[in-house]
């Protein structure tokens, strides 16, 4: 049976929003014309209804001319007709059809899809293996897709997540969102990578999550019924704990949340003593025990503890004396500002312009003869 009667038996079992598409495809066929074809393979492909189909119109129309397709969209079309197959099957497929000789693009394109179907199964070592050595082929890469980088990021969030890699899962998913358009996503899918990206700033070893705040994808969160996650998170970067400890019933809604209270706290006393000293003039780093002990709302006996986990994680650098009840700092970690925070740096650099002024002239006043000698 050649192409144009197998799309004349499709035809007969498709329904009314697949006759267009069809009629199109075996015109195109008949003249030849394969880049349009592609095109309209893709198009079509894209309907939900056309889902049953995918296999079998890949299979009789793509397969004939795969020779002559751009690569990339085969592999698109691979992924769009392995919807209907169990994810064993699908990774079978996706090996075979990778396996030919394909341009690289088309390669890693295909090996990020084995990563994401071995996910899937559960298989997070062929998964990982995958993953890996797609990550060697877009290395060489000048340039890249954006969709295909979008893949990788994607399948390698998934493995983060079923590791329970919070941190990592978190950078991951900001690059995937970075490489995406985001009106490209359905409510729920918008809705689902707000939530797991706010889970996994609270639960990583993330201590400014700034950039993740200032994201439209928290825009997912609003009416819904997790829509306080934006606000915990507010609490969390700057260190805010009164808002804290209003919403800590909250995180009873959230099973991993509550039981990870204990690292939250912590968390929040860290952002507290971060904001403390940021608050500060540079030349006035020098913080005694009682004040950090009151910003941080803890005992004053577990302030050096907090100090040195701050110190270990890179947030600040500096030196604590311990006669002295005193820390320090020399440095604070880099991160993005919310408005009020950039307020107050504008405040402390008109602070330090007058100051600076005032000493310029009070240089020029003492030295006024001199430099009347001078001239």
């Known amino acids: 049976m050649d192409v144009q009667e197998k799309l004349a038996e499709l035809r007969e079992k498709a329904p009314e929003e697949l006759q267009g598409g069809l009629y199109a495809i075996e015109d195109l066929w008949d003249r030849k014309l394969w880049h349009q074809l592609t095109d309209a393979l893709l198009e079509l492909s894209n309907i939900r209804e056309s889902e049953p189909f995918r296999m079998d119109i890949f299979e009789t129309v793509v397969l004939a001319f795969k020779d002559k397709i751009n690569q990339l969209k085969l592999i698109e079309l691979g992924i769009k007709a392995t919807s209907v197959l169990k994810p064993e099957d699908a990774v079978v497929f996706m090996k075979q059809l990778t396996d030919g000789a394909l341009t690289e693009e088309a390669t890693v394109f295909g090996e990020i899809e084995q990563a994401r179907l ?19 082929i877009l290395d060489h890469f000048n340039s890249v897709e954006p969709r295909i980088y979008a893949a990788y990021y994607k399948a390698s969030a998934k493995y983060h997540e079923a590791k329970a890699e919070f941190s990592s899962y978190y950078r991951t998913t900001l690059l995937y969102l970075s490489c995406i358009q985001l009106e490209d996503l359905s409510a ?33 969160l609003d009416g819904t019924e997790t829509e306080w996650l934006k606000s915990l998170l507010v609490a969390i970067n700057i260190g805010d704990l009164a808002k804290f400890t209003d919403m800590t019933s909250k995180l009873n809604n959230v099973p991993i949340l509550k039981n990870s209270l204990p690292f939250l706290q912590q968390k929040i006393c860290l952002a507290a003593l971060v904001e403390t000293a940021f608050s500060r003039p540079p030349a006035d780093r020098i913080l005694d025990f009682e004040l950090i002990a009151q910003s941080c709302q803890i005992p004053v006996d577990q302030v050096e503890h907090l100090i040195m986990k701050a110190l270990s994680i890179k947030l600040i650098e500096g030196s604590i004396d311990q006669v002295s009840q005193t820390v320090t700092i020399s440095w604070i970690q880099p991160r993005i500002l919310n408005i009020e925070q950039i307020g107050a740096m504008r405040d402390r650099l008109v602070s330090w312009d ?10 020029d006043s003492l030295g006024a003869d001199l430099w009347a000698q001078q001239v």
Request: charged share 25%; aromatic share 8%; glycine share 4%.
């Open 188 to 220: 729920d899918e918008l809705y689902k990578e707000a939530y797991d990206i706010s889970i996994a700033a609270l639960l990583g070893d993330i201590y400014n999550f700034g950039e993740l705040i200032l994201h439209p994808i928290l825009n997912a």
């Open 118 to 136: 071995q996910l899937q199964i559960g298989n997070l070592k062929d998964a990982k293996k995958a993953l890996d050595e797609a990550s060697k």
């Open 354 to 363: 007058k100051t600076v002024s005032n000493v310029t002239a009070w240089v």
